[in-house]
Nanobody, 124 residues
Framework: QLQLVESGGGLVQPGGSLRLSCAASGFTLDYYTIGWFRQAPGKGREGVSTISSSGGVTDYADSVKGRFTISRDNAKNTVYLQMNSLKPEDTAVYYC?????????????????WGQGTQVTVSS
């Protein structure tokens, strides 16, 4: 069974950092482009960052550029999202997702496999 599991969310003060992890089971991530998405209450799902299968190319939403870094360790079958300088507007449920057909793409509709999400709350 193909499964993605996110972890690392939590409550952090503004300006703080968190590192999210996305671990795969039942398949290898080597051939998949991975995306991170988020959804705040009452809002649509937003693409945050994406990374190519090799890890050599990345892309970010303008709202997180310079603050978030996506990376992957294919040997560990895991993708990471390092989030620094967090703001209250970063509060959301964060999801990772996998796809093979569209390359770097921040559109949620092109992703085939999804995790269950992890809550990130930025508040003082």
């Amino acid at each position: 069974q193909l499964q993605l599991v996110e972890s690392g969310g939590g409550l952090v003060q503004p300006g703080g950092s968190l590192r999210l992890s996305c671990a795969a089971s039942g398949f290898t991530l080597d051939y998949y482009t991975i995306g991170w998405f988020r959804q705040a209450p009452g809002k649509g799902r937003e693409g945050v960052s994406t990374i190519s299968s090799s890890g050599g190319v990345t892309d970010y939403a303008d709202s997180v550029k310079g603050r978030f870094t996506i990376s992957r360790d294919n040997a560990k079958n895991t993708v990471y999202l390092q989030m620094n300088s967090l703001k209250p507007e970063d509060t959301a449920v964060y999801y990772c997702a996998a796809q093979t057909d569209y390359g770097l793409d921040l559109r949620f509709e092109v992703y085939d496999y999804w995790g269950q999400g992890t809550q990130v709350t930025v508040s003082s």
